[in-house]
């Protein structure tokens, strides 16, 4: 299939008047030169999404959910290119740009199914002549921002749910990587996806977008996924028009490693937690806490793990990490480990950054008065405080704003069950480094958001109740 770079509006590809040029993280090659859309554009993507959403929610869910299938079914057709694509405007390494690829493949399939699932249910009534039945529908018309760090399956984890509810949709993707959206909105076409239903506008100017979006009155829920600073500006705004709104943003995962861990599995759980993606990633472990006695045990056993990685261009076979997928993205990642060093961290694994290629870090004796304690890092940088017990590991891992994951290692049944109780996070991975799967619900608490996507559940931030009373 062609590369677009249009933005699709109203099932039709618009060149626009000005475009914008995405480059390749790697060597600043041109990706692509893509439509960056106006006032004008996002308009008539509003007012598009408006217009077929009638005809969308009275079209039988089980076949909502069969379109649902063939896009999931056209992307993994499509998995090379596609996984190609993202690591050219994303960086990632192919491998990921692949994972990612079935991933975001997986939420459009589970909500396939869920579409035809969107049950109500009858409540017995308090006289004998009255009828109680709750159906769900669809809120609207949504507007879906999406970051960069996983462009299709940040999209289709909103898109699939979205869809299967009825509603339809204006997708603005990052401006960094506004291709995997089109290219999913191109599949969507191909496969039959009416015009109208999916939206898809590349801008430079995210936050006159998001205003005019939140703006307007046929838009009746935002769902955002990116910074807690940029989710709190658009909740604030969304109360004007009293909009739904999920919000999944940052996090501060703490990764703990009790004295009783299988050491190995904890390992392999830090391997893939910390540099999935280079690090980029909300889920990314940020804080690792370990259990003093085992502390040097632990890095003994992680060091090797962590100098094998291969950094480089993430189109090349073996490629671990792929560059940072900006030079701001590199900035904060410098400013942090040399923020740790000056107060005191010690350095158990350096590598030198070129360019965008930032290559992993370990630090050692973090305390809490370091940035990268309280920050989201970002990139591939493993930073490790130690405590002394249980208790303490805890009280570490609960002392943050944020509540999106907590990982926990330890092979004892009553400490797993204690700990994934406590600690404050939407999720617990426990003696698991990755957590993320369509069938279950993702997100947050604190100031890592609100709202569920995948699971079940995923199909609620986009319904509401509706109960009728019969007599
Ligand atoms: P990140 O730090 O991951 O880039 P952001 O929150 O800045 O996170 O971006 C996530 C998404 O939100 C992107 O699509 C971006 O263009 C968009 N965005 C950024 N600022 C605004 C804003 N003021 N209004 C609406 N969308 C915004």
Same mark, same amino acid.
């Given at each position: 299939?062609?590369?677009?770079?249009?933005?699709?509006?109203?099932?039709?590809?618009?060149? $626009?008047?000005?475009?914008?040029?995405?480059?390749?993280?790697?060597?600043?090659?041109?990706?692509?030169?893509?439509?960056?859309?106006?006032e004008?554009?996002v308009d008539a993507a509003i007012d598009a999404a408006a217009?077929?959403?009638? @005809?969308?929610?009275?079209?039988?869910?089980?076949?909502?959910?069969?379109?649902?299938?063939?896009?999931?079914?056209?992307?993994?057709?499509?998995?090379?290119?596609?996984?190609?694509?993202?690591?050219?405007?994303?960086?990632?390494?192919?491998?990921?740009?692949?994972?990612? *690829?079935?991933?975001? @493949?997986?939420?459009?399939?589970?909500?396939?199914?869920?579409?035809?699932?969107?049950?109500?249910?009858?409540?017995?009534?308090?006289?004998?002549?009255?009828?109680?039945?709750?159906?769900?529908?669809?809120?609207g018309p949504c507007a879906? +921002? #999406?970051?960069?760090?996983?462009?299709?399956?940040?999209?289709?984890?909103?898109?699939?749910?979205?869809?299967?509810?009825?509603?339809t949709?204006v997708?603005k993707?990052?401006?960094?990587?506004?291709?995997?959206?089109?290219?999913?909105?191109?599949?969507?076409?191909?496969? $039959? *996806?009416?015009?109208?239903?999916?939206n898809?506008v590349?801008?430079?100017?995210?936050?006159r977008c998001g205003a005019q979006l939140l703006a307007s009155p046929a838009i009746r829920k935002l769902? !955002?996924?990116?910074? #807690?600073?940029?989710?709190?500006?658009?909740?604030?705004t969304a109360?004007d028009d009293?909009k739904? &709104?999920?919000?999944?943003?940052?996090?501060?995962?703490?990764?703990?490693?009790?004295?009783?861990?299988?050491?190995?599995?904890?390992?392999?759980?830090?391997?893939?937690?910390? !540099?999935?993606?280079?690090?980029?990633?909300?889920?990314?472990?940020?804080?690792?806490?370990?259990?003093?006695?085992?502390?040097?045990?632990?890095?003994?056993?992680?060091?090797?793990?962590?100098?094998?990685?291969?950094?480089?261009?993430?189109?090349?076979?073996?490629?671990?990490?792929?560059?940072?997928?900006?030079?701001?993205?590199?900035?904060?990642?410098?400013?942090?480990?040399?923020?740790?060093?000056?107060?005191?961290?010690?350095?158990?694994?350096?590598?030198?950054?070129?360019?965008?290629? &930032?290559?992993?870090?370990?630090? $050692?004796?973090?305390?809490?008065?370091?940035?990268?304690?309280?920050?989201? +890092?970002?990139?591939?940088?493993?930073?490790?405080? #130690?405590?002394?017990?249980?208790?303490?590991?805890?009280?570490? @891992?609960?002392?943050?704003?944020?509540?999106?994951?907590?990982?926990?290692?330890?092979?004892?049944?009553?400490?797993?069950?204690?700990?994934?109780?406590?600690?404050?996070?939407?999720?617990?991975?426990?003696? #698991?480094?990755?957590?993320?799967?369509?069938?279950?619900?993702?997100?947050?608490?604190?100031?890592?958001? !609100?709202?569920?996507?995948?699971?079940?559940?995923?199909?609620?931030?986009?319904?509401?109740?509706?109960?009728?009373?019969?007599?």
């Open positions: 299939m062609p590369l677009v770079s249009d933005a699709f509006i109203d099932g039709r590809w618009v060149p $626009g008047a000005a475009r914008f040029v995405v480059r390749d993280p790697f060597d600043d090659a041109q990706v692509a030169e893509v439509t960056d859309c106006g004008a554009e217009r077929a959403f009638g @005809a969308w929610r009275q079209k039988p869910a089980l076949e909502r959910g069969k379109l649902l299938a063939q896009l999931a079914a056209a992307m993994l057709r499509d998995e090379r290119r596609l996984a190609e694509l993202c690591t050219r405007e994303n960086g990632k390494a192919l491998k990921e740009a692949v994972a990612e *690829v079935r991933y975001a @493949a997986s939420f459009f399939d589970w909500f396939a199914g869920e579409a035809g699932r969107a049950y109500g249910e009858t409540i017995p009534g308090s006289r004998p002549d009255q009828r109680i039945v709750v159906t769900r529908e669809p809120v879906l +921002i #999406t970051p960069w760090n996983f462009p299709y399956a940040m999209l289709a984890r909103k898109l699939g749910a979205a869809l299967a509810a009825g509603c949709t997708a993707p990052a401006e960094l990587t506004p291709l995997g959206a089109l290219a999913i909105a191109q599949l969507a076409e191909q496969v $039959g *996806v009416p015009p109208g239903v999916i898809v590349p801008t430079t100017n995210a936050r769902s !955002f996924t990116g910074s #807690t600073a940029v989710g709190r500006e658009l909740l604030r109360a009293i739904r &709104v999920s919000l999944e943003l940052g996090g501060n995962a703490p990764f703990v490693v009790l004295a009783d861990a299988d050491l190995d599995e904890a390992v392999a759980g830090a391997m893939v937690a910390k !540099f999935r993606n280079g690090g980029q990633s909300c889920v990314a472990a940020n804080r690792f806490i370990v259990e003093r006695a085992i502390a040097d045990a632990f890095v003994a056993r992680l060091l090797p793990q962590v100098q094998a990685l291969v950094v480089g261009r993430g189109l090349d076979a073996g490629t671990d990490l792929g560059p940072l997928v900006d030079d701001r993205s590199v900035a904060k990642v410098r400013r942090l480990v040399e923020d740790a060093r000056a107060k005191g961290a010690t350095l158990l694994h350096d590598a030198p950054i070129r360019g965008r290629l &930032v290559g992993p870090v370990v630090l $050692g004796g973090v305390t809490p008065a370091m940035d990268l304690w309280r920050e989201e +890092i970002f990139g591939p940088v493993i930073a490790i405080r #130690t405590a002394a017990d249980e208790a303490d590991a805890l009280a570490q @891992a609960n002392d943050t704003e944020y509540g999106l994951v907590a990982y926990v290692f330890t092979r004892d049944g009553a400490r797993q069950q204690r700990l994934a109780e406590r600690l404050e996070s939407g999720m617990v991975g426990v003696n #698991t480094g990755l957590v993320s799967t369509a069938q279950a619900p993702f997100g947050g608490i604190k100031h890592s958001g !609100f709202g569920r996507e995948g699971s079940r559940h995923g199909l609620d931030d986009y319904t509401h109740l509706k109960y009728v009373s019969t007599r």
